[in-house]
């Protein structure tokens, strides 16, 4: 058993995280702000004997005693991450050096939660990891991925310098159960919407494309890479090759769903991506793994969630 920190672990994928740590048989100290994370998303966790729940933010230095990090905590919507961009570039810098600086007094390995995003508006399509990307350093998307690709730079400085026992994930568009309804992603709008009967929203024409994977796909690839040999310290691309444009998801969606929504076409917000799909090949090598959940099969599990959610039968 490890004793081990999940910081943002009541967010979406953090509480994802802690589910299965805890299955694993670790002793799991959750540390979170609630900025965008939410106590329902842990609160059947918090009478298990191996689950602790922290109040932090963690651009404040935190003391505790681990053996093993996840960094999960940085808004991760572009609607969340810009409503106080100045605190979403502190979370990512300030929060990396306190957790960088932890793993260096206790000797825990620390993991990374980098993003897709560190490639901006990419040239190259696929993305492998060797790509250094095309990010606006200016613009409304900027606090997000120049604080992500600082943090990066921090993980692999103290690597170097401090010999610390870093492992980087590049995070794709990933979706299921706990995505925040109202947080203005894609896939959990449209699923809102058609369950409501409302518009679909679709920005610009719809011709750009994303890469979506489910979660459960997405935390059995974390969990390989913090348990992967010891000197792999990525960063490693991790998602679903499997693109689509956003008109065929909401095809998809509308066609899970039922109902009568139609399509309403909305200005492209500024820098969005037009096309993002992840080269997966360094995670099938290094890590043997490959996503199995099918779009429609991921689809399904959101939609049930979001089905209870608005029914009230789950709180947000
Ligand atoms: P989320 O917003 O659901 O979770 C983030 C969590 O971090 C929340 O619980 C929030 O309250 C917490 N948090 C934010 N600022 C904090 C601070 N200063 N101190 C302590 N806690 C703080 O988002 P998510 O989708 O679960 O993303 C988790 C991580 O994965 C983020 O680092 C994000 O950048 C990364 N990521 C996610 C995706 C995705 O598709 N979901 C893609 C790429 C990268
Ligand atoms: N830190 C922390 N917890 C620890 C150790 C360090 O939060 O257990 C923070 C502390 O705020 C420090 C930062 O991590 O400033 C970086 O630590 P490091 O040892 O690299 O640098 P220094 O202590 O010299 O600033
Ligand atoms: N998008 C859309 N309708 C919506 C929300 C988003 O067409 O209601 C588009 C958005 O412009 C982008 C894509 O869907 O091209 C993915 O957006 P999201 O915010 O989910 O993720 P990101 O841009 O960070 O990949």
Redesign the pocket.
Known sequence: MNKVLV??G?????SHLCDRLLRDGHDVLC???????SKQNIAHLLDHPYFEMMR????FPLYVEVDRIFN??????PV?YQHDPVQTTK?SVH?AINMLGLAKRTHARILQ?S??EVYGDPEVHPQREEYWGRVNPIGFRSCYDEG?RCAETLFFDYHRQHNLDIKVVR????YGPRM?PNDGRVVSNFIVQALRGEDITIYGDGSQTRSFCYVDDLIEVIIRMMNSEAGFTGPVNIGNPVEHTMLQLAERVIALVGGTSKLVFRPLPSDDPRQRQPDIALAKEKLGWEPRVSLDDGLRETIAYFRKLLKGEVAA
Do not use: M, R, W, Y
């Open positions: 910081t943002g009541a967010g979406f994928l953090g540390v979170d702000n609630f900025f965008t994370g932090h933010d963690v651009t999960f905590a940085c808004p991760a919507s969340h979370t929060g939660a993003t897709s992500k995070i794709f568009n990933t925040h």
